[in-house]
């Protein structure tokens, strides 16, 4: 038996997560209050089938409805063993029609062996519309003693007259830690020796799915002499090792383009380039969280850049032309996103120093606010006059706010590349404004929002 099957969970208590719904359903079997059709949807692997069956024991169970069936009696025994009369499992994806639904109507009129009769629709969201509407009819008034519970990986295709008949439940998928502390479970009760590296790299590849995991877990076993090791793992899934996106990162954060794109194709030889970007996003993740001399903005940028990388990797006609680009960007990212402001939207103001050169404005005695250039009717604006020359600059200080301070004019801009664009232009604002010297001064970002705009704006911008 496969180690899926032989850890399908018997009670409620086995059942990994999906709390909310282990709750409701013993609740109702104790309190006796039976509902008569339910829907379990959520991806593959999740527990939908397993609890299905768990609550068809709970009903019929000797001593039930229970939420703690004895396991024992004749009715617990034969729906383990997949022999019960009263269980009913059907894949609604090979039985979709009409005629199939009669089926079970028909069945209807007969009294369950034990108590209920259970009928187990997987895929549910398969039947044609005739078969919808002809099941909606005995949604709408099953007879006591028969329970619908309906799974579907897809319940956005099951007709809204059907939903509402029925009590939905929204099954998640499992997280990594939770995957991999059942996968050790298993492997503990089964013998089988494997490193924590290659349990966490089964559990992020098999995408919440315990099914999956376990599956996996297996083959992995089979394929390894003795310990199941990261090694194994990465040549039978086709996954990346952790050691070389670490060696690519060391590349990257050091600049070296040629290195970082040259260990690409190597690990391309090995690996596809999806499963490439898909496992850096997430060794990119996996480190957000972890100390390691980058600090957590440098990740997110990075980590934004990968996430591009598996985009475009996945949509295009020629992923290597991307890799070179995307590989680029990264390897060029201190670059084009410049950190140290970062650093001082996000730091402590006081712990980071400004930048080099920059005098605060002092306002002008008896005025606490900045004073803002006067625009006289008989002195022509000096943005008009700018824009003669330069719309684009004129634009930009349009938006801008201006102190004069002597003979120089502080401006303070949205971002570091407005402030290039006016610095560049910095002898037609002078005349315009008729003043010696201009110092050019972004504006603090004031939230996360702003910072990622600007971050945006500056990707935008780069030529
Ligand atoms: N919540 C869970 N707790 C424990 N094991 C689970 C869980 N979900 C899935 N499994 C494992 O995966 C196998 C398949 O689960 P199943 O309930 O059939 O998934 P599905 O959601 O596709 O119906 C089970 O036999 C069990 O080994
Ligand atoms: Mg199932
Ligand atoms: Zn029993």
Redesign the pocket.
């Known amino acids: 038996m496969s180690l899926?099957?032989k850890?399908?969970?018997r009670t409620f208590e086995?059942?990994?997560?999906?709390k909310f719904v282990k709750r409701v359903l013993a609740r109702a079997l104790d309190r006796k209050d039976i509902p008569h059709a339910l829907l379990f949807a959520?991806p593959?692997?999740?527990?939908?089938?397993?609890?299905a069956r768990i609550f068809a024991r709970g009903l019929n169970c000797e001593a039930g409805p229970t939420s703690k069936p004895c396991g024992v009696c004749r009715f617990c025994k034969e729906i383990d063993e997949g022999r019960s009369v009263d269980v009913v499992e059907i894949d609604a994806a090979s039985n979709r029609g009409i005629e199939n639904v009669r089926e079970i109507q028909e069945q209807l009129r007969y009294m369950p062996v034990s108590r209920y009769r259970v009928y187990i629709i997987d895929e549910v969201h398969m039947l044609t519309t005739e078969a919808f509407n002809s099941l909606l009819k005995t949604l709408e008034e099953p007879p006591p003693y028969v329970v619908f519970v309906l799974?579907t990986t897809d319940p956005h295709k099951i007709p809204a007259t059907v939903l509402s008949r029925l009590q939905k439940f929204n099954?998640k998928p499992?997280s990594v830690s939770d995957i991999v502390e059942?996968l050790k479970y298993v492997a503990a009760k089964e013998g089988i020796s494997v490193t924590d590296e290659a349990l966490r790299m089964i559990a992020e590849r098999s995408e919440g799915s315990?099914?999956d995991a376990?599956v996996m877990l297996e083959q992995a076993h089979i394929y390894s002499d003795g310990t199941v090791t990261e090694k194994d793992v990465s040549d039978m899934l086709g996954v990346v090792p952790d050691n070389l996106y670490s060696l690519f990162m060391d590349d990257v954060v050091k600049g070296n383009f040629k290195e970082a794109y040259d260990r690409v194709m190597e690990i391309t030889e090995r690996f596809s380039p999806q499963e490439f970007a898909s496992g850096l996003v997430r060794y990119l993740e996996r480190r957000l969280m972890v100390e390691d001399g980058l600090s957590f903005e440098e990740k997110v940028v990075l980590l934004r850049m990968a996430l591009d990388m598996e985009v475009h990797i996945r949509q295009s006609s020629d992923p290597y032309a991307w890799i070179v680009y995307d590989v680029a960007r990264m390897s060029a990212f201190r670059r084009v996103v410049n950190l140290d402001e970062i650093s001082r939207y996000l730091g402590d103001p006081n712990k980071v120093p400004p930048p080099a050169g920059y005098v605060p404005p002092t306002p002008p005695v008896g005025e606490s606010e900045p004073q803002t250039v006067p625009t006289e009717s008989t002195v022509e604006d000096p943005i008009e006059v700018i824009r003669k020359k330069n719309p684009t600059v004129a634009g930009y200080l349009s938006d801008a706010t201006y102190t004069k301070e002597g003979d120089t004019l502080h401006i303070v801009v949205s971002s570091r590349i407005v402030a290039q664009k006016v610095e560049k232009a910095a002898d037609l604002v002078k005349d315009a404004f008729g003043v010696s010297e201009i110092k050019v001064q972004v504006k603090k970002v004031q939230n996360y929002r702003d910072l990622f705009d600007e971050i945006r704006k500056d990707w935008e911008s780069v030529d």
């Open positions: 899926a099957n850890y399908r969970p086995e059942v990994v997560g999906q959520g593959r692997g999740i527990g939908k089938t397993t609890l799974a099954l499992h059942r315990l099914r376990l």
